[in-house]
């Protein structure tokens, strides 16, 4: 990728491509992603689009899907960062699997240290009765969710 600034301190963009390999998968279609996408960002805010120039993550006729992501990151006092964020996947030719996310992450710096606390929901439908999205073990993977996290920053 390359990114740059278009006003200097102020609205900036990123290019680029993306690649999502899955070595010895054992699907019908392969989930082998690629993706080329483009970004602004404007003081706090990002707006990216990613664009598949392959299948989509191993859905059938999905070339030219699309995924329109809207995100920032606020400083909200005493080293405490804001996150929110909603998205949209079009799933070409299947339709029935496009969605929208939405999340808000809430995160402070320990001197590198970084906890997060982090809801999401995603608005999968069901087909036929049955969820669209699920794991391997049969969850609904389209619902309400919090993740805790930690990273360290180094």
Request: glycine share 12%.
């Amino acid at each position: 990728g390359y990114k740059g600034d278009i006003v200097k301190d102020s609205l900036s963009y990123d290019v680029g491509l993306l690649t999502y390999q899955y070595p010895g998968h054992k699907l019908g279609v392969s989930p082998v992603t690629t993706e080329l996408y483009g970004a602004l960002t404007f003081g706090p805010a990002t707006l990216k689009y990613s664009h598949s120039v392959s299948n989509l993550f191993g859905f059938a006729d999905s070339k030219n899907s699309g995924y329109l992501d809207l995100s920032a990151s606020f400083d909200v006092g005493g080293g405490i960062l804001v996150a929110p964020h909603v998205g949209y996947q079009r799933v070409a030719h299947n339709s029935s699997y496009s969605y929208t996310d939405v999340s808000l992450a809430v995160s402070k710096d320990f001197n590198g240290l970084v906890p997060s606390l982090t809801v999401y929901y995603a608005d999968t439908k069901s087909i036929g009765g049955a969820p669209a999205y699920v794991s391997p073990s049969g969850k609904n993977l389209g619902r309400t969710g919090v993740v805790l996290g930690v990273k360290y920053n180094f």
